[in-house]
């Protein structure tokens, strides 16, 4: 199970950081996914973690957003900086290996 929170109301350029508990060793898990959906938008794919610390991001966050994990806590986090209106979605820690997904958290950037 992975459970998501952190998500809030912020304005244009505050920062936000996403939290993505696992109930199990999240070292157990090859890969942790965050993705959004933005309103009448297709669901997006922002950023990922693999067992072996791989990183990869959307290039609509590339310098805005990172993705960590602490081991101890079993827990990802998306720490995002600088953040857009467009940004705006809600987001979802997924593992995609079972397919299992979060209940997601909302993120709100006023202008």
């Known amino acids: 199970q992975l459970v998501e929170s952190g998500g809030g109301l912020v304005q244009a350029g505050g920062s936000l950081r996403l939290s993505c508990a696992a109930s199990i060793n999240i070292l157990s898990i090859s890969a942790v996914q965050w993705w959004r959906q933005a309103p009448g938008k297709q669901r997006e794919l922002v950023a990922q973690i693999t067992r072996t610390s791989n990183i990869n991001y959307a290039d609509s966050v590339k310098g805005r957003f990172t993705i960590s994990r602490d081991n101890a806590k079993n827990t990802v986090y998306l720490q995002m900086n600088s953040l857009k209106p467009e940004d705006t979605a809600v987001y979802y820690c997924?593992?995609?290996?079972?397919?299992?997904w979060g209940q997601g958290t909302q993120v709100t950037v006023s202008a």
């Open positions: 997924t593992d995609p290996l079972t397919g299992t």
